[in-house]
C-alpha cells in the first residue's frame, strides 16, 4: 500500500536558521507529492506540490524536489521565520485503474520558531 | 476564490448522541473527501464521493455514514457518539475522480466536534 514517512517533531529552530524536514515514500505506480502546512487552529493549505520526477515544488521561500530515485520530497528553506511555526504535512495521490486515490498523509512535523 | 465551506465549526455533543456534519465542495468540484484529525495526529480517510457515488473507503467506523447530493454537497453522519470520536473532521473536494492524480486536494477550515 501507500505510506508516508516523514521526520518527528518538534523541530525547534531559531528565525533566519535553515530548514529541512525529510520525507520519503512508498507508493504503488507514480503518485503526485504535496506538503501541506496546519497552522494552530486552522484547517490544512496546500503549501507546494511536484507531479513528476525531478519536478521543484517552491512557495513562500520553500522548496521540495521530487526524488524517484531516493522516493524523497524533502522540505527546505533556507531562512525561516516567526510565522513558519506550523506542523508540516507531506502527502501523496497515487493513481489507480480507476482515477486517482486521496491523500496519504505522514505523521506531520511540528515546526517551532524561536526569535 | 470559493473554497470549500463546511458546518457547523465547531459542535459540542453527548455520548450517544448523533452528529452532523455538511460539506459544500468548491463550485464544479465533483469528488468530495472525508478526514479525521485527531489531536497531534494526522488526517485519517475516512470516505470519499464522485458524483454522488462512494468511490473509496477507509477508516470509517460503521456507526458513521455518509452521502453525496444532487448539488455535490456531502454530509456526514454520526450516530451512538463515543469519547473517542472527538476530533477535527475535514472535507475536501477535488475536480474530477479521474485527473490522473496530479491535482491537489482543497480543504475546509474543518468542523471541531467534542464529545462530552
Known amino acids: 500500500g501507500n505510506s508516508v514517512t516523514q521526520m518527528e517533531g518538534p523541530v525547534t529552530l531559531s528565525e533566519e536558521a535553515f530548514l529541512t524536514i525529510n520525507c520519503t515514500y512508498t507508493?504503488?505506480?507514480?503518485?503526485?507529492l504535496f506538503w501541506y502546512v496546519q497552522y494552530p487552529g486552522e484547517g490544512l493549505q496546500l503549501l507546494l506540490k511536484?507531479?513528476?520526477?525531478?519536478d521543484k515544488g517552491s512557495n513562500k521561500g520553500f522548496e521540495a524536489t521530487y526524488r524517484k530515485e531516493t522516493t524523497s520530497f524533502h522540505l527546505e528553506k533556507g531562512s525561516v521565520q516567526v510565522s513558519d511555526s506550523a506542523v508540516y504535512f507531506c502527502?501523496?495521490?497515487?493513481?489507480?485503474?480507476?482515477?486517482?486515490?486521496?491523500?496519504?498523509f505522514g505523521k506531520g512535523t511540528h515546526l517551532i520558531i524561536q526569535p | 476564490a470559493a473554497g470549500v465551506i463546511q458546518s457547523p465549526r465547531h459542535l459540542i455533543k453527548e455520548k450517544r448522541e448523533t452528529a452532523t456534519l455538511k460539506c459544500y465542495p468548491i463550485p464544479r468540484h465533483d469528488t468530495v473527501y472525508w478526514y479525521q484529525q485527531g489531536p497531534g495526529q494526522d488526517p485519517q480517510f475516512l470516505i470519499s464521493?464522485?458524483?454522488?457515488?462512494?468511490?473509496d473507503k477507509g477508516s470509517i467506523p460503521d456507526r458513521f455514514s455518509a452521502q453525496q447530493f444532487s448539488d455535490y454537497h456531502s454530509e456526514l453522519n454520526m450516530s451512538s457518539l463515543e469519547l473517542g470520536d472527538s476530533a477535527l473532521y475535514f472535507c475536501a473536494s477535488s475536480l474530477g475522480l479521474r485527473d490522473q492524480g496530479i491535482g491537489e486536494l482543497f480543504f475546509g477550515e474543518g468542523s471541531r466536534l467534542t464529545v462530552l
Open positions: 511536484a507531479t513528476k520526477a525531478d
Open positions: 502527502a501523496l495521490r497515487a493513481q489507480t485503474r480507476g482515477g486517482a486515490d486521496g491523500l496519504t
Open positions: 507508493a504503488t505506480g507514480y503518485p503526485s
Open positions: 464521493f464522485y458524483e454522488k457515488m462512494q468511490s
